[in-house]
Nanobody, 118 residues
Framework: QVQLVESGGGLVQPGGSLRLSCVAS????????MYWYRQAPGKQREMVAA???????NYADSVKGRFTISRDNAKNTVYLQMNSLQPEDTALYYC????????????WGQGTQVTVSS
């Protein structure tokens, strides 16, 4: 059974930082490209950051220079370091795993809430 479990969300003041973690089980983690998405109330889910199995990264323009995605294959974990958080970063953040050569193997976590407010 595949599980993606996110953690690390919470309430933070503008300008603050958080680090999200997503631990995967039930998959061969190193075969998967990993993503962080977010969805704010009333908005569509959007991709925030991606990291390939080879370690290449990609970011949404809105978070470039502030967020960093990384992975630890030994721990089956992907991270999202979020700095200089702003109220517009408030959303439910989801972890997503897509197999690098079999994209129908596509799994989601339940999400972790990030709220940026003073």
């Amino acid at each position: 059974q595949v599980q993606l479990v996110e953690s690390g969300g919470g309430l933070v003041q503008p300008g603050g930082s958080l680090r999200l973690s997503c631990v995967a089980s039930g998959i061969i983690f190193s075969f998967y490209n990993m993503y962080w998405y977010r969805q704010a109330p009333g908005k569509q889910r959007e991709m925030v950051a991606a990291i390939t199995r080879g370690g290449s990264t990609n970011y949404a323009d809105s978070v470039k220079g502030r967020f960093t995605i990384s992975r630890d294959n030994a721990k089956n974990t992907v991270y999202l370091q979020m700095n200089s958080l702003q109220p517009e970063d408030t959303a439910l953040y989801y972890c997503n795993a897509k197999h690098s050569i079999a994209p129908m193997k596509d799994y989601w976590g339940q999400g972790t809430q990030v709220t940026v407010s003073s």
